[in-house]
């Protein structure tokens, strides 16, 4: 079971980069890393996945060192629509046994 | 494309009361999930479905049962509701993929008194 940790909160002011970091220690082979972004009242959305290296959408990018134990998800020059509640997710629920684990994720606040 | 829909959107029950979630994708995927989210904190398997005519168990299951008789559609019911079950309810939908990159709903509040 790939269980997930990230900091409970962070605070970030607007223009600012943000990078967000998962421990993922028991991460397996064919596990994907994902991050879910989620607003108040609404469903998470999908953000970026990776499998290791670098990987750049139009919205964020994500840094996975060579061991894969951890994740960094970086949001550049955030601003203050971008305070939501953002979730690592390692794995499939399909190989795990039906534990598919969002963890409670990291409420980033970003201030004017 | 409407993407992944839920019927209702808040419902309140009375505790032992029963009801049924809907939960409808139009984008053609093999997997749907449903989960609970309680006050601040994450989401929460309750139970998931790989294929049409098949399910299984997430991490809650206890209270709820589920079926998948057509592809589109993934249904969560509530036999006996129990104030413990008062929480937001998210469907989602994937691809048969290794990525699994879950497409979700808009949540259903449920309220058991």
């Known amino acids: 079971l790939a269980k997930t940790t990230q900091p409970i909160s962070m605070d970030s002011y607007e223009g600012q980069e943000v990078n967000i970091t998962c421990s993922h220690n028991?991460?397996?082979?064919?596990?994907?890393i994902t991050w879910y972004q989620q607003f108040p009242s609404q469903g998470p959305r999908f953000i970026i996945q990776?499998?290791?290296t670098k990987v750049t959408n139009e919205v964020a990018s994500l840094f996975i060192p060579a061991d894969r134990k951890s994740s960094t998800l970086s949001l550049p020059r955030v601003s203050l629509s971008d305070t939501a509640v953002y979730y690592c997710?390692?794995?499939?629920?399909?190989?795990?046994?039906?534990?598919?684990?969002f963890g409670q994720g990291t409420e980033l606040s970003v201030k004017p | 494309n409407a993407g992944v829909t839920q019927t209702p959107k808040f419902r309140v029950l009375k505790t032992g009361q029963s009801m049924t979630l809907l939960c409808a994708q139009d984008?053609?995927?093999?997997?749907m999930y449903w989960y609970r989210q309680d006050p601040g904190m994450g989401l929460r398997l309750i139970h998931y479905?790989?294929?049409?005519?098949?399910?299984a168990k997430g991490e809650v299951p206890d209270g709820y049962n589920v079926s998948r008789l057509k592809k589109q559609n993934f249904l969560l019911g509530l036999e006996s509701a129990a104030p413990s079950q008062t929480s937001v309810y998210f469907c989602?939908?994937?691809?048969?993929?290794?990525?699994?990159?879950?497409?979700f709903g808009p949540g259903t509040r449920l309220t058991v008194l």
């Open positions: 989602a939908s994937s691809y048969s993929t290794h990525g699994d990159t879950q497409y």
């Open positions: 028991n991460i397996a082979t064919n596990d994907y």
């Open positions: 990776g499998y290791k």
């Open positions: 997710l390692v794995g499939v629920a399909w190989n795990q046994g039906g534990k598919l684990i």
């Open positions: 984008m053609n995927h093999e997997y």
């Open positions: 479905s790989v294929g049409e005519g098949t399910t």
